[in-house]
């Protein structure tokens, strides 16, 4: 048992050359990722041309919610930071930069972990079909909170099996910040329609 991360860390390092990957990668936390985000940032001297470009935080924040929610970096922005709209063209050459340094120096952040597990599950079939195989029954707990790349996640283990098994409460999702949806647990029985449902009403 783990979270997705875990389990994502330990599967990337065992299948890394499907990706082109290399195996020593190292993982970089949230506070190491602003780090390296305020770095760029200098080094592009966004800054220096304007004080109130967005601090190293937001631009966290902003990236992440746009790899969780599968959106583009434009709809991140109109929906939840419209004054940073100006900065656009900017923030997608920082997440280029951000991206390409990342590969430079053998580093994943924990959003990356995510989007390259569901891209070898979803890229590589025999792959898929062996994780099926050591993963022959799949239960996740809190599913109200899981995101759109957990989701696809999920679904790719379970697919040639179908043994899965969820819990959760669509009145308690309180990870919406990081790219959770409740609707996930809504469109759990149109991914597997031969689930059945348990209430746990006591």
């Known amino acids: 048992g783990g979270t997705f991360h875990w389990l994502a860390n330990r599967v990337l390092h065992r299948y890394s ?29 966004f800054r220096d041309q304007d004080r109130r470009f967005p601090k ?48 430079q120096h053998h580093l994943m952040d924990f959003d990356d ?3 390259y597990l569901s891209r070898l599950l979803r890229e590589n079939t025999e792959v898929c079909r062996e994780l099926s195989g050591q993963y022959s029954y799949v239960l996740v707990d809190e599913y109200q909170d899981t995101n759109r790349l957990q989701a696809e996640i999920v ?21 919406s910040f990081r790219g959770a949806h409740f609707r996930n ?17 006591e």
């Open 17 to 45: 050359k499907y990706l082109f990957l290399p195996s020593d990668f190292t993982i970089i936390d949230r506070s190491d990722g602003e780090d390296v985000l305020n770095f760029l940032v200098g080094n592009l001297g």
């Open 56 to 103: 190293k935080g937001t631009i966290s924040d902003i990236f992440s919610k746009s790899v969780n929610r599968a959106e583009t970096l434009e709809q991140v922005l109109v929906r939840e930071y419209e004054q940073f709209l100006q900065y656009r063209g900017e923030l997608s050459e920082l997440w280029q930069e951000y991206t390409s340094y990342k590969r």
């Open 113 to 115: 972990l995510l989007v």
């Open 155 to 175: 679904q790719a283990l379970a697919t040639y099996h179908q043994n899965i098994m969820v819990v959760g409460d669509d009145s308690q999702s309180i990870y």
């Open 185 to 201: 647990i809504f469109n759990f029985p149109k991914l597997f329609p031969q689930s059945r449902l348990f209430k746990l009403e």
